[in-house]
């Protein structure tokens, strides 16, 4: 299961490419808001609802069996309410115990860092949040994989980081043939 979390002012293609490419690859994509309800409003005001919430998921990032993937797109105010959710920072706690994949892009990478997720490790994000991504070995690649952590850079690199997260999860055949149902 691949959990993607949304927060007022996320970066809407950022999480809604991601899904659509991994539910086409049959990976099973649970959209969470950490609003008190599922409608949650992206940066640009296009309202998404989500397939449920935080507070009824609380704290079952620490106990998920099949907990494949945790997911955060950028986009702000999004990346700043994410950093505070104690629900995603079960997750994160989770995915980092069980080796599950974190996917982090734009600022969303800069919760990663402030954890300490991406010490000595391959990352990237959006310009201007380098800082932020403590301990990590930045990189100018717009998807970067490195161990169980894929970061990528933009809104603009959104379909690439969704096929890095097919390809992690479900191999190559399966990313290749989502990539050619949809750049044709």
Avoid: Q, W
């Avoid at 296009?46 to 919430?53: N, R, Y």
């Avoid at 507070?55 to 797109?73: F, H």
């Amino acid at each position: 299961m691949v959990y993607v979390f949304l927060a007022d002012g996320f970066e809407e293609v950022e999480a809604l490419c991601p899904v659509d490419l991994m539910r086409r690859a049959g990976i099973e994509v649970t959209t969470v808001s950490i609003n008190k309800t599922t409608a949650v409003r992206g940066s640009h005001n296009i309202l998404v609802h989500a397939d449920t919430t935080a507070a009824a998921l609380g704290n079952a990032g620490r106990t998920a069996d099949g907990l494949e993937c945790v997911l955060l797109p950028g986009g702000m105010p999004g990346t700043a309410h994410l950093d505070e959710d104690e629900t995603v920072n079960s997750f994160l706690s989770a995915a980092s115990l069980t080796g599950a994949y974190i996917a982090a892009i734009c600022a969303a990478p800069s919760i990663l860092g402030r954890r300490g997720l991406l010490e000595g490790r391959e990352a990237t994000c959006y310009p201007g949040f380098e800082d932020r991504l403590r301990g990590a070995r930045l990189s100018d690649k717009r998807v970067v994989r490195d161990g169980n952590i894929i970061t990528a850079v933009a809104m603009g690199a959104s379909a690439e980081f969704a096929l890095e997260i097919i390809l992690a999860l479900r191999g190559l055949d399966t990313a290749n043939k989502v990539k050619e149902s949809v750049f044709v």
